[in-house]
């Protein structure tokens, strides 16, 4: 008999989602967390935007769990009063060969099942967006914003309400395999360290996924987590009152990001952003370079055309854990059940990028299915 039935280890949004699924499903599950609190890392610097799942390779898990994680999100959100806006995002092409890119998502989208997108002529845009420029843009429906801190709080009273035990301020530092589960060992609040066994244990670490396989020895260069840094200029007021809805242009062909586009929040803030930039080492760097000012304006001022330079101020950054090193195609998350490794019982959450935050609640069930030992 182990001391927990299931152990979480990392309290973002997905694994506060997974605290809830998998609490309800199951007995004796603990959270743990290094940082005081809930969502200190990645999941509270996103741009809150709940995707449609247009973009994503067919038959993937980024492609299918985010459009059964949306529909779910929204129920979610009525259901539980979190604050959040179905405001619709068009894609803009704003020159003669955007237009063909912008025909292209609009096959992906529809082969990956997200069929509610049209194509809007100039007039049509100018009057959703009279303040735009635009040649011709793909318009989502089903695109929406939230407010994840609200959604996190949801996530953590319903888990603690299933009899989820949430640890924060403690940091696990070594895991080994045992007879019936594994050996997990914390350092808490107090610097004090504090084992116990646990039957099944979940590595939702984030940007540290890959360091936590490292400690039951998974150590796989494809599963390397390489820190690539977004950040984000705010649009000052008044100017933020100009666009109603996401304003995104073409994405890059590899999707290494989708462009500086343009995201309003659910305080009636509109940011620019995110950008990409691998950084050389994995450092929790969060600093902010206003020097990118002129970058971030000459290429939002494309498509929103009233942006004077002074207008955006350097808001805020954020880490993406990607698995896709510079330059390859696309990478899928993985989420595996290690039995394959030698390791029954042990799921890993690794490169849990963009569209996580939507597709938090989907994540949560597919994990959930893993399950398969008795507890
Ligand atoms: C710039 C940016 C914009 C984004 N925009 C969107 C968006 O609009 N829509 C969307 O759907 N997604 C978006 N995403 C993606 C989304 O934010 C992430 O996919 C999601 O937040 C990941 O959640 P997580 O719980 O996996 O990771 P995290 O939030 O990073 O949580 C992992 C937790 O694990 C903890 N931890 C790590 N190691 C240990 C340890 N050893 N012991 C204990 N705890 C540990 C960390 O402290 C952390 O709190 C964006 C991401 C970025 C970077």
Known sequence: MTDAGITIIGGGVVG???????????????LIERHPTFGQETSSRSS???????????????????????????????????PFKRCGKLIVA????????????????????????????????????????????LFSPSTGIIDSHSLMKQYETNAIN??????????????SKIGEGYLVTL?????????????????????????VAEMIGISDDNLKILFC???????????????????????????EGIGIHVTIDMGGGVKLGPDVKYLESNVYDYKLTPSKQEAFWLSARKFLPFLEFDDII?????????????????RDYYIMEESGKGHPGFINLIGMESPALTSSISIAKYVNNLIQIPL
Do not use: W
Request: net charge negative; glycine share 6%.
């Open 16 to 30: 506060l989602a997974l605290a809830e699924e998998v609490s309800r499903n199951h007995e004796n599950v603990f």
């Open 48 to 82: 809150e935007v709940i995707h449609a799942g247009i973009y994503y390779t067919k038959g993937s898990l980024k492609a299918r769990l985010c459009i059964e994680g949306k529909n779910l999100l929204y129920d979610y959100c009525q259901k539980y009063d979190v």
């Open 94 to 137: 704003t020159s003669e060969e955007e237009i063909s890119v912008i025909e292209g998502i609009l096959c992906t989208a529809r082969e990956n099942g997200v069929d509610d997108m049209t194509v809007l002529e100039k007039d049509q845009i100018a009057e959703m967006e009279p303040n735009i420029f635009a040649l011709k843009a």
């Open 162 to 175: 299933n009899g989820c035990q949430l640890v924060y301020g403690s940091e696990v530092t070594a895991i």
């Open 187 to 211: 350092l808490d609040a107090d610097s004090r360290s504090y084992s116990f066994t646990s039957r099944i244990v979940i590595n939702s670490a984030g940007l540290a996924s890959d360091k």
């Open 229 to 255: 840094k977004g950040e984000y200029f705010r649009v000052n007021p008044p100017k933020n009152k100009l666009i109603n809805r996401l304003i995104y242009p073409v994405p890059h062909h590899n999707m």
């Open 314 to 330: 350097p808001e805020m950054a954020g880490i993406r854990p990607k698995i896709q090193k510079p330059g390859e195609p696309l």
